[in-house]
């Protein structure tokens, strides 16, 4: 740690990681969409910044386009007040792009995302076709209501999956097709609630069937009904608790630690990161490559040398104390939206810019000088926040000016809080009024199945039976469910995906231990199949892993796991 503050030339951190780590998550909206008015035309938008905030908000094509100039904005710094509330006050002038989008085809409801086509509100994802509802899709097509899928096709109610076909209610498996309620399995086909299989088909809770055995246990379940899915769901999860797992989801690593880290090499302390190198503390890092970072959180393709950022990729070095500059981005700090820029400090919005302060343009000697002084200031004038909490030089924004409000924000997801310790510690706390949308039929009226239902469901608002908010079932998802022989769901694409991802660890890595008695595991659930290295003896490995001990989980470590899975 201490060589790479040294090679970035910058203090060390005064917060612990995972601080850190929520500072910049609050700083990200990932899927929550809101209507506004365009700051130059006036029109409905919509954006990802709520409008009670009273950010000045354009689509992303006028703020791509040339009828404005952000160096209109320029000022000089003021040395009787703080960076922080001088840097803000300018973010409040300066438009921001509402939906952070480029290269989209047919596809405006979606944020955070780049060259999709024909999809419906999906969100961090890139290079996707005919997708609905869900998050961080990459390479994939006719997938509905899934997250971090990758190179997939027709895939439903899933998670982590790379390589996969028509799997359904599956996570943490590879190159498999026609699974069902599946964990963690590598080139499987036609299995059902099995977990840890590699290379298997016709199998059911890890069983092996014949094929015609297979299918008729399969028509027998009804996992074309809402209440054979329930069933289903209820027993696969029971029995996967049963069964062991690897202390650490990831394929492909060499000296790595965290969760979700995969075909990476000293990657250590992380978080969803695939395709990276000697990087520490980060999050969401999902694009390769990354190289030589800490704490950088969200995005990849091509980031090196970067400390401190939220939504900074796709060609930067050298990236400071940054949130959503990109692309092509080298030595910038302390700035946001900045496009194409070298060597700026505390700007907003600029593009294909050079030696510039809050908007201002200096020359190369006099951007050194102004520098440097602004940092000395930084410490010896902090910020302080309503916590009494000190920010000087080196630390990432203060939570207290995220534009979104802590509940809308990848923070929540992650550092739970509520209402009122959010809005004591000014994080902010914003729901703004739904429409008003008269419910025709509530859930509990939509058929078990949907081969019971014609296409005028699609003209019903609908009821979520969890949240009582309206929802829609859209043509294009009709046609998938009724192609697929799934049922209709009863909640809305919200509460659907909070569901989904609550099969995913959070953020927090905790101390374990190998559960591996011997010949069976430390609870008796599990029988060893095979004689292990240490024998009949309980194995003494220990280890930094996502299974949180009070979830019971059986976890052994990489060597005792793969004995059990060839």
Not at 323 to 342: A, F, Q
Not at 532 to 539: K, N, W
Request: proline share 3%.
């Amino acid at each position: 740690d201490f060589s790479f503050y040294e090679k970035i030339k910058v203090p060390l951190p005064t917060f612990c990681p995972l601080c850190r780590a929520e500072r910049r998550f609050a700083f990200r909206n990932e899927r929550k969409l809101f209507k506004a008015k365009s700051a130059f035309s006036g029109e409905n938008i919509f954006s990802l910044y709520p409008p009670s905030i009273n950010r000045k908000v354009v689509t992303d094509q006028e703020w791509w386009s040339d009828s404005w100039n952000p160096m209109e904005y320029g000022r000089d710094f003021d040395f009787s007040k703080d960076f922080f509330t001088q840097f803000f006050e300018l973010e409040k002038e300066v438009p921001a792009y509402a939906l952070n989008v480029e290269r989209m085809t047919n596809s405006p409801y979606a944020a955070n995302a780049a060259t999709l086509k024909d999809c419906y509100l999906c969100f961090n994802s890139n290079s996707s076709e005919n997708c609905l509802y869900g998050n961080d899709f990459f390479l994939s097509k006719n997938c509905i209501d899934n997250s971090h899928v990758s190179s997939s096709e027709k895939c439903y109610e899933c998670f982590w999956l790379q390589k996969c076909y028509k799997c359904y209610f599956t996570i943490m498996s590879v190159e498999s097709h026609d699974l069902w309620f599946c964990r963690d399995c590598l080139g499987c086909n036609d299995c059902f609630g099995c977990t840890n299989l590699r290379k298997a088909s016709y199998c059911i809770f890890n069983k092996q069937y014949a094929k015609e055995e297979y299918f008729r246990i399969l028509s027998e379940m009804q996992l074309n009904t809402k209440s054979g899915i329930q069933e289903a769901y209820d027993k696969v999860h029971a029995f996967w608790k049963t069964q062991i797992n690897k202390y650490h989801q990831g394929l492909q690593n060499l000296n790595s630690s965290g969760s979700y880290v995969s075909n990476s090499k000293n990657v250590l302390e992380s978080y969803m990161v695939k395709g990276a190198e000697d990087v520490k503390y980060s999050q969401y890092a999902s694009v390769a490559k990354i190289k030589d970072c800490y704490d950088y959180s969200i995005w990849g393709q091509d980031a090196e040398l970067c400390y401190e950022t939220s939504v900074c990729g796709e060609n930067v070095y050298g990236v400071r104390f940054c949130w959503d500059c990109w692309p092509n981005n080298t030595n910038v700090e302390y700035s946001t939206h900045l496009k194409s820029c070298t060597d700026c400090f505390g700007c907003v919005g600029l593009r294909n810019k050079q030696y510039c302060i809050f908007n201002k343009q200096y020359t190369k000697e006099e951007y050194g000088v102004l520098r440097n002084k602004i940092i000395e200031h930084m410490n010896t004038k902090p910020y302080i926040d309503s916590k009494g909490l000190i920010y000087t030089y080196g630390e990432f924004f203060p939570i207290e000016f995220a534009s979104f409000g802590y509940n809308n924000s990848l923070a929540f997801q992650h550092f739970m809080k509520d209402k009122e310790e959010i809005l004591k510690n000014s994080y902010g706390w914003i729901n703004e009024e739904p429409g008003q949308y008269s419910i025709t039929k509530k859930s509990s009226e939509i058929p078990n199945s949907a081969q019971e239902v014609d296409e005028s469901i699609t003209k019903e608002i609908l009821e979520c039976s969890t949240c009582s908010r309206p929802f829609r079932i859209v043509s294009n998802e009709f046609i998938f469910l009724k192609n697929e022989n799934l049922p209709l769901p009863g909640e809305c694409s919200e509460c659907r995906h909070e569901r989904r991802i609550s099969d995913r660890f959070k953020i927090f890595l905790y101390d374990g231990h190998c559960m591996c008695a011997g010949e069976e595991d430390e609870t008796g659930q599990f029988k060893n199949t095979r004689k292990h290295f240490h024998g009949t003896t309980a194995c003494t490995e220990k280890f930094r892993t996502g299974f949180n001990p009070v979830d019971k989980d059986i976890v052994y470590c990489e060597s005792c796991y793969q004995q059990e899975v060839v």
